[in-house]
């Protein structure tokens, strides 16, 4: 039973354009959702959050939209970057559950030059 | 500040040895975690810890133990390895209860069990 669900294992995109990553959950209780960023051989990173009282947050060039009646939320970066080329991992947690958090299978973003 | 730090990076087990993964944060974390990634996954959690001397199971416990006897480390027990466990194990520390917050995560652990 996979709660969170990266359904794009990969996208490719072009320097400067728009990257979105999407992401979809089935537990209505998640109350507090995270975007980590990975390198190979390296520990994730945390990228930018959001809680599920907004529909929006932003930071820089990451964007994180969440739609709470279709449980579905989106990463935008922009312009993207060669160096965000990376694995994304969505992940959910709820206020009740002591921070778990439940990851999405991830999905690797290739930017080229 | 080191942050959180693992040892060994790397480990090649033999079916039925044990090891222990090490796990260590300086940010005086109240809460740590321990995650396995297998290939082309995402992160599932084994075990997690609330404070020193109290730990609770996550989604994958078995084949696992755990210990917390300070707030800086966070061991993780393979007592009997099997194949299924061959997988990249990342450790995670988070500031206290009450506050919904990022993790914090090691540079892994890549196990393999032959």
């Known amino acids: 039973d996979q709660q969170v669900k990266q359904n794009s294992p990969s996208l490719s995109v072009q320097e400067g354009r728009i990257s979105i990553l999407n992401c979809d959950y089935t537990?209505?209780?998640?109350?507090?959702f995270l975007w980590y960023k990975k390198y190979p051989a390296e520990g994730p990173t945390f990228l930018i959050s959001i809680s599920s009282i907004k529909d929006k947050n932003e930071d820089g060039r990451f964007t994180v939209f969440l739609n709470k009646s279709a449980k579905h939320l989106s990463l935008h970066i922009v312009p993207s970057q060669p160096g965000d080329s990376a694995v994304y991992f969505c992940a959910a947690t709820r206020r009740q559950a002591g921070n778990k958090l439940t990851f999405g299978g991830g999905t690797r973003v290739l930017v080229k030059p | 500040n080191a942050g959180v730090t693992q040892t060994p990076k790397f480990r090649i087990l033999k079916i039925g040895q044990s090891m222990t993964l090490q796990c260590t944060q300086d940010?005086?974390?109240?809460?740590m975690y321990w995650y396995r990634q297998d290939p082309g996954m995402g992160l599932k959690l084994i075990y997690y810890s609330v404070g020193a001397g109290i730990t609770d199971k996550g989604e994958v416990p078995n084949g696992y133990n755990v210990s917390r006897s300070t707030t800086e480390d966070f061991p993780l027990r393979l007592e009997l390895a099997a194949p299924s466990q061959t997988s990249v194990y990342f450790c995670?520390?988070?500031?206290?209860?009450?506050?919904?917050?990022?993790?914090?995560f090691g540079p892994g652990t890549r196990l393999t069990v032959l």
């Open positions: 940010m005086n974390h109240n809460y």
């Open positions: 995670a520390s988070s500031p206290n209860a009450g506050v919904l917050s990022e993790q914090f």
């Open positions: 537990n209505s209780m998640f109350d507090y």
